[in-house]
């Protein structure tokens, strides 16, 4: 073979042999340990949104954190050592905009894991958050308190059938089905009445439980109505408290 065609031959097979290589090599995944994380306002300050890794650089010194995780919006989500096989497994805090009402019930955000010993070793998952609890919209009628308004819950074990139960002076006087919790954040929501009983004045208690039996103790949710008498049109009122 002529010099020529012996030193392309060789620069070819250098090439495919750099291809393979690069092929073989393990990327850096992430991996969420819940599909839908739910916040209530005690987990504010704590790491609690399990996260693993795999494929960062191995055999790092365990006594210095090695990756950084950060959200899309720019905040900090964790930092953590890695095992001797690139490994890691860690909580992070969730995203500090979503401890805001204004950020909505569900909010999905992507989380980037750098590994500082590799530049431009990454991995992204997304992160989707759920504000556990329950509202009524609308959370205020006048006169007509059996009007059907959207009772919905939020962060619910999924596939739990939910109910309302109209609690008044310790006296549960109704109780309805708001359908079963769906998708990975648990939701259920239903149009029911906002008072489906004849109005007393005072503090309603409504309990939202994960079976139609009523036991105090287990309700996910309750939520206050408040029932008065309007001066204006001498006709009962409700609001949510």
């Not at 005690?42 to 959200?71: C, H, K, M, R």
Request: some cysteine.
């Amino acid at each position: 073979m002529r010099p020529v065609k012996r030193a392309l031959a060789a620069a070819i097979a250098g090439a495919a042999l750099a291809g393979v290589a690069a092929a073989a090599a393990p990327a850096a995944t992430i991996t969420v340990g819940t599909p839908c994380a739910r916040y209530v306002p005690g987990l504010a300050g704590e790491q609690w949104i399990p996260v693993t890794g795999s494929g960062f650089t191995p055999n790092t010194n365990p006594a210095f954190s090695s990756v950084d995780l950060n959200y899309d919006n720019g905040d900090l989500g964790a930092f953590t050592p890695l095992a001797v096989d690139g490994s890691f497994g860690t909580n992070v805090f969730m995203p500090s905009d979503f401890i805001s009402s204004s950020s909505g019930r569900t909010k999905t955000y992507t989380l980037i894991a750098t590994d500082r010993q590799t530049p431009g070793l990454t991995a992204t998952a997304p992160v989707t958050l759920v504000r556990a609890g329950a509202d009524v919209k609308p959370a205020r009628v006048r006169r007509n308190l059996r009007r059907k308004v959207r009772w919905s819950v939020y962060g619910a074990p999924t596939g739990a059938r939910i109910y309302a139960h109209w609690i008044f002076k310790g006296r549960r006087y109704a109780t309805r089905g708001l359908g079963s919790a769906k998708g990975a954040c648990g939701i259920a929501s239903k149009k029911q009445p906002f008072l489906p009983v004849a109005a007393r004045s005072g503090t309603w208690k409504v309990y939202l439980t994960p079976g139609k039996r009523f036991v105090r103790r287990q309700a996910l949710f309750r939520l206050d109505l408040s029932v008065f008498r309007s001066l204006s049109s001498r006709a009962s009122a409700a609001r949510l408290r």
